[in-house]
């Protein structure tokens, strides 16, 4: 039997006899780089063969994965064992064991150093040159790992996190998102924004939009990053910029690009859409410091004053005067916005900054002061109204909008914000004067009572008392519409709740209702808002109101009733 060696590039055959002696043959020499070439081609093979061992069958497959021995080892070409090896001789050493699951399976790198002897590279340029070279690469399914990184690049991976990203990118990228840390989600957008993944700027932003919406429900901080690089994205490949989402109150960590741009989509919806958080940003004052909010009004002005804005915007545009943006409009101008600030980005692909051009309409001093004067005098109308001592002084408006604002708190307080009663008196009962009272009743009553001819026409008898009883709760009178052509609301085949909102339309609503029942048009819609002293969008707001209330759902999208509801709005016009 025969095998091979190699040490310090001199090859050796050992030869068996058949009684076991071992006798050494030396090959003849041959150049250095011959030898030094089949010892390298050697080598391989056995590394090969450590790492994958089936793919070796045979005589190689029993030299590999065999066990081998001091005897079949070469100690030089002295042919000594080294010192303590003799006593070891036969006995069984364990092959080398394969690599470790903490070495990397990433193909390797060919991204420069920071600096090559020619150029420096910034971290973000050797992040995106990494991740040019590993933009398909993908794992078989793998255990999750936590990671956390200030910094998450793929060089502050271990190889059990690189494992877990390729093969969770590979499954987000097929329509799948399992549960994941956010520093992953942040290394994923941050390819997307380089453009590694997509092949057109269409399907980045698709993808871009996909992740958010599929982890920001279990990440909110994702929101306040992916607004504004979404807004960079569409900017730097030429989208349509995306539709801004509907706060309920402008984050302090939004641009104010973002912001402007906010507050533009605000002021040109139908009817203008503020609420109390956002409008206190565009106040000169603040209206909390008040005594009237901070005592007993902070309701009504939370309430009401974005109304009265919305009103004032309707006014205008009714006039002729036009809405709050053509009115109160400043001037455009041009600003240099950072291009994704705060992500690992690249700045050689798409510059460092962009230009972007907006208007600054929380900053616009006649707009503010506008909008001041209008809260101030909801304020000073609805301390009258609930008899709160003391009026804000300076208060200037046009007298026909104060008149329409003032009519329409009016109206909406009626059936809305009460004003604080005083408390009841305490009333004390004589026993005994109650009883001569009632004796003296008695007898003026009998003095008073003449026997009168029974009549032919009975009349209608007297109501039956028992059909009453304890506790029921009181109708609300009724008006009277026979005299104007008023419209009437058949509720007779529908149920309590239906029947409770008709009687509690006023006329003006229910002829709302019929006009947009019969598709009769703006000049219809108008002339009902006319008799409530009010603007169709305030009517048509104040019926939704009152169907969430009694029918737990809206009747009226826009200016149009829902076709749910409209085989149930039965009119008759008398």
Do not use: C
């Amino acid at each position: 039997m025969k095998s091979w060696r190699s040490h310090d590039l001199q090859l050796t055959f050992a030869e068996f006899q058949l009684g076991g002696e071992e006798r050494e043959l030396r090959i003849p020499e041959e150049s250095a780089v011959r030898r030094h070439q089949e010892t390298e081609a050697a080598m391989q093979e056995t590394e090969a063969a450590l790492r994958e061992p089936e793919k070796f069958t045979g005589d190689s497959q029993e030299a590999f994965t065999g066990q081998l021995t001091l005897a079949e080892l070469d100690f030089g070409p002295s042919g000594e064992q080294p010192s303590g090896a003799a006593s070891h001789a036969g006995h069984a050493l364990t092959r080398p064991t394969p690599p470790s699951p903490e070495v990397s399976t990433l193909p390797a790198s060919s991204v420069p150093p920071s600096f090559d002897g020619v150029r420096y590279y910034t971290r973000e340029q050797q992040f995106y040159l990494r991740a040019k070279e590993l933009e398909w690469h993908a794992e078989p399914q793998a255990p999750f790992t936590p990671f956390k990184s200030y910094w998450p690049v793929y060089s502050e991976m271990s190889p059990p996190q690189e494992r877990w990203y390729f093969y969770w990118r590979e499954e987000v990228r097929s329509g799948s998102y399992p549960d994941t840390d956010l520093s992953y989600l942040f290394l994923y957008i941050y390819e997307l924004i380089h453009g590694i993944g997509w092949s057109g700027p269409q399907q980045g932003w698709q993808l871009l939009n996909q992740v958010w919406l599929a982890y920001r429900g279990r990440y909110r901080k994702l929101d306040s990053y992916l607004r504004e690089w979404r807004f960079d994205f569409a900017r730097v490949h030429g989208l349509e910029l995306p539709e801004a989402d509907v706060l309920d109150k402008l984050p302090r960590s939004l641009s104010p690009e973002l912001r402007e741009r906010e507050w533009l989509r605000r002021f040109s919806a139908r009817p203008v859409e503020l609420n109390w958080d956002v409008l206190r940003e565009l106040l000169d004052v603040d209206p909390e410091k008040s005594r009237f909010f901070q005592e007993s009004g902070s309701k009504a002005l939370k309430t009401y004053a974005p109304k009265v804005i919305a009103l004032a915007d309707a006014y205008g545009e009714k006039t002729g005067a036009g809405r709050l943006l053509e009115r109160f409009r400043p001037p455009e101008i041009n600003a240099e916005r950072p291009l994704f600030r705060t992500a690992v980005y690249d700045e050689s692909l798409f510059g460092r900054t962009v230009t972007v051009r907006y208007m600054k309409l929380s900053a616009y001093s006649p707009l503010r002061a506008f909008l001041t004067q209008l809260v101030r005098l909801t304020e000073n109308v609805l301390r009258e109204l609930m008899h709160f001592k003391g009026r804000l002084k300076g208060v200037s408006v046009e007298p026909e909008l104060g008149k329409l604002i003032r009519r329409y708190l009016e109206k909406a307080l009626g059936a809305g914000v009460k004003a604080p009663q005083p408390p009841a008196p305490v009333v004390t009962i004589d026993p005994d004067k109650l009883q001569r009272l009632q004796q003296e009743s008695d007898l003026v009553r009998d003095l008073l009572m003449v026997e009168e001819p029974e009549s032919e026409d009975q009349g209608s008898p007297a109501p039956d008392e028992s059909e009453s009883f304890a506790g029921a709760a009181p109708v609300p009178p009724s008006w009277d519409n026979t005299a104007d052509g008023g419209i009437h609301w058949n509720t007779e085949q529908l149920g309590q709740e239906w029947q409770e909102l008709a009687l509690r339309l006023t006329p003006p609503q229910l002829e709302m209702l019929y006009a947009l029942k019969h598709n009769l048009g703006p000049a219809a819609r108008q002339a009902a808002a006319e008799r409530a002293g009010s603007m169709p969008e305030l009517l048509l707001d104040e019926i939704n109101e009152a169907a969430m209330e009694w029918i737990g759902d809206l009747l009226i999208d826009g200016d149009a009733l829902l076709e749910d509801y409209a085989d149930m709005l039965d009119f008759t016009k008398r």
